[in-house]
T-cell receptor
Framework: KAGVTQTPRYLIKTRGQQVTLSCSPI?????VSWYQQTPGQGLQFLFE???????NKGNFPGRFSGRQFSNSRSEMNVSTLELGDSALYLC???????????FGQGTRLTVV | AQSVTQPDIHITVSEGASLELRCNYS??????LFWYVQSPGQGLQLLLK??????LVQGIKGFEAEFKRSQSSFNLRKPSVHWSDAAEYFC???????????FGRGTSLIVHP
């Protein structure tokens, strides 16, 4: 079966702009989590959505937001981009959030 | 809150040599423990996981890990490393029955021919 698909794979944005990243989970999975990966901070949990509701949230400013649609696809939005937002953003899907998580290949965001 | 420490930032081994990557966790109860591998430019792949039961866990690609409660450790081992094992390895802990892992900073494995 198809894995977790993240689009786009690469993105270059300018400071102050906003960006939307997309994640299509494995068919049947209802939990989608987002992570930010940077060399300095490692892998940090952003938030988790389950059945269109944000269920868990990490320690990120309000500029980072997300949503989940009825088909479980999820989007993550970052507004007013800063240079420090440059990172690999990873999405993971799980049947319920209490079962194994499968990761996508990530979206590499570069802010210039 | 739970946390994970991977004390080694880089590990260099020769192909064919044995490997042990260290992982220590902090959590009050029995955690869920994971090892993931990430190749350059790729997402994370789950190597193995521990929830309960047998403390020696077998994973994919010939890896195994041992949960030692007394040492709060979950070290990853492989008896003979292949050049294709060169990658970043992440230990992670899930708490409270959650599979949403908290990750360590990772250990970069370099394999010399």
């Amino acid at each position: 079966k198809a894995g977790v698909t993240q689009t786009p794979r690469y993105l270059i944005k300018t400071r102050g702009q906003q960006v939307t990243l997309s994640c299509s989970p494995i068919s049947g999975h209802r939990s989608v989590s987002w992570y930010q990966q940077t060399p300095g901070q490692g892998l940090q949990f952003l938030f988790e959505y389950f059945s269109e509701t944000q269920r868990n949230k990490g320690n990120f400013p309000g500029r980072f937001s997300g949503r989940q649609f009825s088909n479980s696809r999820s989007e993550m939005n970052v507004s007013t981009l800063e240079l420090g937002d440059s990172a690999l953003y990873l999405c993971a899907s799980s049947l319920t959030g209490y079962t194994e998580a499968f990761f996508g290949q990530g979206t590499r965001l570069t802010v210039v | 809150a739970q946390s994970v420490t991977q004390p080694d930032i880089h590990i260099t081994v020769s192909e064919g040599a044995s490997l042990e990557l260290r992982c220590n966790y902090s959590y009050g109860a029995t955690p869920y423990l994971f090892w993931y591998v990430q190749s350059p430019g790729q997402g994370l792949q789950l190597l193995l996981k521990y929830f309960s039961g047998d403390t020696l866990v077998q994973g994919i690609k010939g890896f195994e890990a041992e949960f030692k409660r007394s040492q709060s450790s979950f070290n990853l081992r492989k008896p003979s490393v292949h050049w294709s094992d060169a990658a970043e390895y992440f230990c992670a802990v899930g708490a409270g029955g959650s599979y949403i892992p908290t990750f360590g900073r990772g250990t970069s494995l370099i394999v010399h021919p």
